[in-house]
């Protein structure tokens, strides 16, 4: 019975060898199909070669906490303007997925496994005929591929371009936010090579607006130093921001107080079911209580109008050649006054209700009639 345990024993661990071997095998295998298809396929990442799991007497359940997935490089065909962004998106890449890159080597050709078309792309074949032959790159490490790079792919004397830049008004404020205005700010002065504290704030101030450059400048307390540019980038964008505020918080408080329709619920008829907006009452003709210059009183209007009439002319049809007491409008009601109106109806009216004068002469004497007897 002891003897057969022990065959048993004998067996299982001979299996176990032989599946360690097989195990072994296979992940060799796996990593030569990797490495063939890195080289016929440059345009995919390099990818760490896979281990082997270390197996314990209690397995674990827990995963990897490694879920970065940083978005690859776009293609890049050689344009100047682009270039300073793909060498960025590289290099960020390669600083977070460190262990996908076995070597210098590794990373200079994924990188330039992106430059495919135009000038970039006749760059990364000369590059790769130039190792077909020497048996290696030119380059030494990334540092010296970044340094090539710069020389063909960056903007020609990109320092002189700032300086020159800097030294006119073409990177002013203008109608932009200090943090656009920043950021333009922030690539001269890194290109032009400026160092010098004062330069730079005084090259700063001079393209503020001049709004916040004197709000600045005329801090009671708490100004920047000349020799701290930081400071001066941070005061000016929280100036902005607070100008921007300020200016939404009066546009919105106009616009609430402004005159127009009273907001009053509608009125809807009786005979229809149309919805008619409530209008607002028209203002009085005459501001008879508190007059204006814009809203004078009636008599002042009627001294006005006095005062405009011609001296020589009728006072009531304004003509030239006669007196108002010889006007032939005299006797039309329209151009009576108030006196003449009622003077007229006043004349009117006795008239009307005069009793009539007898003319016949009245016989007084009594007639006498002979009575018959």
């Not at 019975?1 to 004998?10: C, N, T």
């Not at 299982?12 to 080289?39: H, P, S, W």
């Not at 970065?68 to 962004?85: E, I, M, Q, V, Y």
């Not at 400026?194 to 009671?220: E, N, Q």
Request: charged letters at 30%; hydrophobic letters at 35%; aromatic letters at 8%.
């Amino acid at each position: 019975m002891v003897e057969d345990d022990a065959l048993h024993i004998g067996r299982a661990q001979a299996i176990e060898n032989r599946l360690d071997e097989v195990l072994n095998d296979n992940l060799t295998t796996r990593q030569l199909l990797r490495d063939v298809l890195a080289k016929l396929n440059p345009e995919t990442p390099p990818t760490a070669p896979p281990q082997r799991p270390v197996t314990t007497s209690a397995p674990s359940l827990s995963r990897s906490t490694n879920s970065l997935k940083p978005a690859f490089p776009l293609d890049f065909s050689g344009d100047r303007n682009s270039g300073k962004a793909f060498l960025t998106s590289c290099r960020t890449y390669i600083r977070l997925c460190p262990a996908s890159f076995e070597d210098e080597e590794t990373k200079i050709v994924w990188a330039m496994s992106y430059m495919k078309s135009g000038h970039a792309g006749r760059w990364a074949t000369r590059e790769l005929e130039y190792e077909a032959k020497q048996g290696r790159l030119r380059f030494f490490d990334w540092a010296d591929f970044e340094t090539e790079f710069r020389k063909d792919f960056l903007p020609i004397d990109s320092e002189a371009t700032a300086i020159n830049t800097l030294e006119t008004s073409n990177y002013f404020q203008g109608k932009r936010t200090v943090d656009d205005y920043l950021d333009q700010f922030r690539d001269l002065i890194e290109e032009s090579g400026y160092t010098d504290p004062k330069t730079v704030v005084v090259k700063f101030r001079r393209g503020l607006d001049r709004r916040i450059s004197s709000a600045l400048a005329s801090m009671a307390s708490g100004r920047p130093s000349d020799n701290k540019p930081e400071e001066w980038y941070h005061l000016a964008v929280q100036l902005d921001q607070n100008r921007a505020a300020e200016e939404a918080f009066q546009s919105s408080h106009r616009q609430t107080h402004t005159p127009g329709l009273i907001s009053r619920p509608p009125q809807i008829s009786k005979n229809t079911t149309t919805v008619q907006p409530f209008l607002p009452r028209p203002p009085p003709r005459f501001a008879q209580a508190s007059p204006a210059p814009g809203h004078p009183i009636p008599m002042d209007i009627d001294a006005a109008r006095k005062a405009k009439a011609l001296a020589d002319a009728c006072c009531r049809c304004g003509g030239l050649d006669h007196w108002a007491k010889d006007c032939p409008l005299r006797f039309d009601v329209h151009y009576m006054n108030t006196d003449e109106l009622q003077t007229e109806l006043e004349e009117k009216l006795a008239t009307r209700d005069a009793v009539p004068v007898e003319t016949e002469p009245v016989d007084t004497e009594e007639d006498f009639v002979p009575s018959e007897e």
